[in-house]
């Protein structure tokens, strides 16, 4: 297993927060898995029960993919896409990241998966230390008299 290609901080940037769930794109994990992206949701449509229910999977809408590209090109200074997309992405959350396993049945799949679930136990960790340090300084403040507790 190439360890290069499977770094936490290079997974850790393809996580997403999309109405408000921390996601990965399809294309995102294809490319981690060395499938084409055609073929993965080939294979998650084929086992559509897996995946139902917005807590497995979503397919973002072209407002939330214009907006994602957007930002992602302001911190990238290239793109990759050609052209328009005939379908829109599908965004897995952690649980259906992890349902991906049962779907994608390679060694690759299983080692990528691992790294995958790693990465978002990390953000997860970070979301909700950020989280706590939020509300911990907003009651500093308001038990003070000079902010507003929310």
């Known amino acids: 297993m190439n360890s290069s290609i499977l770094k936490q901080t290079r997974i ?50 072209s ?6 590209i957007i930002s992602l090109r302001s911190q990238i200074a290239t793109s990759n896409e050609r052209g ?8 897995f959350t952690e649980q ?19 790294s995958i679930i790693r990465a978002f136990v990390i953000a997860n960790k970070n979301t909700t230390a950020t989280d706590e340090r939020s509300i911990f300084l907003c009651f500093c403040f308001s038990s003070r008299g000079s902010g507003v507790f929310i």
């Open 12 to 61: 850790e940037s393809l996580i997403h927060e999309i109405r408000g769930q921390k996601v990965m794109l399809d294309f995102d994990l294809a490319e981690l898995y060395q499938v084409e992206t055609k073929r993965l949701k080939e294979s998650v449509r084929r086992n559509i029960e897996r995946f139902e229910g917005d807590d497995f999977m979503f397919e973002l809408t």
């Open 63 to 68: 407002e939330e993919y214009n907006s994602l």
């Open 84 to 91: 328009g997309r005939r379908h829109m992405p599908f965004a």
């Open 96 to 114: 259906g990241v992890a349902m991906l396993s049962s779907v994608l049945k390679s060694e690759r799949a299983i080692q990528v998966n691992r």
